[in-house]
């Protein structure tokens, strides 16, 4: 797929990993809006983004709500003209061991990072049939193919994103709606300031331009995912497949150290 001239929403745009990949996007030609909840943060994203083009808008919408979704939606189309890519990048997380995570936070982590990019990828489907040449990207985690102690919550709702992104591209599949599933190992992103897991324990972390060049080079491949982290990643992939015991023990020398590093990681 050429990005000249496509039309692309990317949610959770004003930071991170979403930021980046409006700015890999801008750089090959595309027009786009990014959304997000606060107003400061995507006025400040805008004005970065706007040094590569002024091809870029913003829309201050809560993807949650019903409202926040229509809204962000309507913004992009005026914005565009309509819609080829929809990118599901907004999220949040709350760590920690799930009998001391509340009950809100459990919910708040199913609404944003499951219910709310299955909602919103429904509406957009007809301005993405329209397109004929459209693609939507679900950006989940690493942690939605090996499960990691004391993100339970969190693995739970990534791995319900990327099935769901499965599932949506065979049923898609001939109608002109192609699907990605991005898979971002630890990110440096604002998301991340509170998690103090670092290389010493085995966590290190990405930069977040790399993360969404990968992305838009596999919107570009037409590639059905995008996983990170390397051939670390791959063979804990595959021991995680093949050996899911040897792993438990290898996390379970892990544990004193990552959930101290963990229990206060939040981005909600």
């Given at each position: 797929m050429q990005m000249e001239g496509k039309r692309v929403l990317v949610t959770g745009g004003s930071s991170g990993i979403g930021r980046e990949?409006?700015?890999?996007?801008?750089?090959?030609?595309?027009?786009?809006?990014?959304?997000?909840?606060?107003?400061?943060?995507?006025?400040?994203?805008?004005?970065?983004?706007?040094?590569?083009?002024?091809?870029?808008?913003?829309?201050?919408?809560?993807?949650?709500?019903?409202?926040?979704?229509?809204?962000?939606?309507?913004?992009?189309?005026?914005?565009?003209?309509?819609?080829?890519?929809?990118?599901?990048?907004?999220?949040g997380v709350r760590a920690g061991r799930l009998e001391r995570t509340g009950e809100d936070e459990i919910l708040a982590m199913i609404a944003v990072d499951l219910t709310a990019p299955i909602l919103l990828t429904r509406a957009a489907l007809p301005e993405l049939r329209r397109s004929g040449d459209a693609v939507v990207v679900n950006v989940t985690s690493g942690i939605a193919l090996v499960g990691v102690p004391f993100y339970a919550t969190y693995a739970a709702v990534k791995a319900g994103l990327a099935h769901f992104g499965e599932a949506l591209r065979r049923e898609l599949k001939g109608e002109g709606v192609h699907v990605l599933t991005a898979y971002p190992t630890g990110t440096d992103t604002p998301m991340m300031r509170t998690n103090r897991a670092g290389p010493d324990i085995g966590f290190p972390r990405e930069n977040a331009g790399d993360v969404a060049e990968a992305i838009v080079g596999g919107i570009e491949a037409r590639a059905v995912s995008v996983i990170r982290g390397g051939e670390a990643r791959v063979q804990t992939i595959a021991l995680n497949r093949h050996d899911p015991l040897a792993l438990d023990e290898r996390f379970l020398g892990l544990k004193p150290a990552l959930e101290a590093a963990v229990s206060d990681h939040a981005a909600l």
């Open positions: 990949i409006a700015r890999s996007l801008l750089k090959r030609g595309a027009k786009v809006v990014i959304s997000g909840r606060r107003q400061g943060m995507l006025d400040e994203a805008l004005a970065d983004l706007r040094a590569v083009t002024p091809s870029v808008w913003a829309v201050a919408a809560d993807v949650v709500s019903a409202e926040g979704r229509e809204a962000t939606l309507r913004a992009a189309v005026d914005c565009l003209g309509g819609l080829d890519i929809l990118v599901n990048n907004a999220g």
